[in-house]
């Protein structure tokens, strides 16, 4: 057990741009969470995947942000067209099917100039 | 919507002094409690949780009770260590079980 792993760890963008972060599960683990948080707040639920399946979308989730989990494994979450309001630090957790119990990574964190 | 509210910090103790975080929810049906910790420079991870109404979870001396009738999951620790220092974070998981909804946080520092 590795732990789930975020890549990278920070990004600095030019506002316009698109990035991408990646999230490495626990290898058993079938469900996959990704969350956004900012300063002084708690993280906000964006998106869900059981296995491939994305089950679950946020509205805070709008049509510049795409997640992926191709085969059930790792998980792409893409930000096209990068504003300043993205700029946040986005958390990738996963889990078994137990409730609640969430293994979180350390972030990807996001600066939009 | 469902939703949690933490008091708000920073809160600032000696060690050995007593700890008291105070949370309650709003939600339809039967949620899920959870006590999420940040350590500085760590991920997010679970401290304890509780499933049903009365129910304790305890996790490294502290401790919090699921008051179904006060709507409320107040963490507790008799006795803070400067190693405590963290962020801690409420949560509830409503009954369909999927993403799990945060309270703001609440800064947590112990001195020596």
């Known amino acids: 057990d590795t732990g789930v792993s975020q890549d990278p760890r920070h990004k600095i963008t030019k506002r316009g741009q698109n990035v991408t972060f990646r999230c490495d599960p626990i290898?058993?683990?079938?469900?996959l969470y990704w969350y956004r948080q900012t300063l002084g707040q708690g993280p906000e639920f964006l998106t869900y995947?059981?296995?491939?399946?994305?089950?679950?979308k946020s509205r805070l989730l709008s049509d510049r942000f795409s997640a992926e989990r191709p085969k059930g494994s790792f998980s792409t979450l893409e930000i096209q067209r990068t504003e300043q309001g993205d700029s946040a630090m986005y958390l990738c957790?996963?889990?078994?099917?137990?409730?609640?119990?969430?293994?979180f990574g350390e972030g990807s964190r996001l600066t939009v100039l | 919507g469902d939703s949690v509210t933490q008091m708000e910090g920073p809160v600032t103790l000696s060690e050995e002094a007593f700890l008291t975080i105070n949370c309650t929810y709003t939600?339809?049906?039967?949620?899920?409690l959870f006590w999420y910790v940040q350590y500085p420079g760590e991920g997010l991870q679970l401290l304890l949780k509780?499933?049903?109404?009365?129910d304790k979870g305890s996790n490294k001396g502290f401790e919090a009770t699921y008051r179904k009738e006060t709507t409320s999951f107040h963490l507790e620790k008799g006795s803070v260590q400067v190693s405590d220092s963290a962020v801690y974070f409420c949560?509830?998981?409503?009954?369909?079980?999927?993403?799990?909804?945060f309270g703001k946080g609440t800064t947590l520092s112990v001195s020596s």
């Open positions: 957790a996963s889990s078994q099917a137990r409730p609640g119990e969430l293994f």
């Open positions: 290898s058993e683990h079938n469900r």
């Open positions: 995947f059981q296995n491939e399946a994305q089950l679950e």
């Open positions: 939600a339809t049906g039967y949620p899920s």
């Open positions: 509780a499933t049903k109404a009365d």
């Open positions: 949560a509830l998981q409503n009954q369909a079980g999927t993403a799990l909804i």
